[in-house]
T-cell receptor
Framework: DQQVKQNSPSLSVQEGRISILNCDYT??????FLWYKKYPAEGPTFLIS?????DKNEDGRFTVFLNKSAKHLSLHIVPSQPGDSAVYFC???????????FGPGTRLSVLP | NAGVTQTPKFRVLKTGQSMTLLCAQD?????MYWYRQDPGMGLRLIHY???????AKGEVPDGYNVSRLKKQNFLLGLESAAPSQTSVYFC????????????FGDGTRLSIL
């Protein structure tokens, strides 16, 4: 039973447009969420995070929105660039520790 | 600036063989983790360590053992490899306090025939 779901395995977006990646979770005890980006043959790299006490966090072209009542978060990338083409993982922290549950990932392709 | 280094990058084993994957970090992180990634699934936690000399089970620990004899190193062992352990293994590390993200190595691709 996946506690963190990313229901879109892939997404294609035109360069310069907005990319929206979605993530749903089932455990209401999750209190901290992160997005990681992964290129082929490399490990995931941290992108942006949000605490459950906030509903939005912004860092340059990347914004994460959290809707606790819907148990849903989304990552917006504006404007999208070809270098953003990668697999994006959503992760959630549980047990107030440093253990995270990862979603299966969404492959983003930004077309020039 | 090495960060998290995993050794080896690729390995092919026969069923029943044993091997050890090595993870080394140079960031003085307290926490270290081993994950496996399989197609269509997210990273799943195998074992983790909250400090030198300590280890704990994660979500999928069966068939694996770990050791953290030195703070900078975290070893993952397969005692008797099985085809179901064919996967990409990632090591990660993080600080112990606060809302800190994990830093990942580039992975070890392991195939069990």
């Amino acid at each position: 039973d996946q506690q963190v779901k990313q229901n879109s395995p892939s997404l294609s977006v035109q360069e310069g447009r907005i990319s929206i990646l979605n993530c749903d979770y089932t455990n209401s005890m999750f209190d901290y969420f992160l997005w990681y980006k992964k290129y082929p043959a490399e490990g995931p790299t941290f992108l942006i995070s949000i605490s459950s006490i906030k509903d939005k966090n912004e860092d340059g072209r990347f914004t994460v929105f959290l809707n606790k009542s819907a148990k849903h978060l989304s990552l917006h990338i504006v404007p999208s660039q070809p270098g953003d083409s990668a697999v994006y993982f959503c992760a959630a922290r549980r047990d107030y520790g440093q253990n995270f549950v990862f979603g299966p990932g969404t492959r983003l392709s930004v077309l020039p | 600036n090495a960060g998290v280094t995993q050794t080896p990058k690729f390995r092919v084993l026969k069923t029943g063989q044993s091997m050890t994957l090595l993870c080394a970090q140079d960031m003085n992180h307290e926490y270290m983790y081993w994950y496996r990634q399989d197609p269509g699934m997210g990273l799943r936690l195998i074992h983790y360590s909250v400090g030198e000399g300590t280890t704990a089970k994660g979500e999928v620990p069966d068939g694996y053992n770990v050791s953290r004899l030195k703070k900078q190193n975290f070893l993952l062992g397969l005692e008797s490899a099985a085809p179901s352990q064919t996967s990409v293994y990632f090591c990660a590390s993080s600080y112990s306090t606060g809302l800190q993200p994990q830093h990942f190595g580039d992975g070890t691709r392991l195939s069990i025939l």
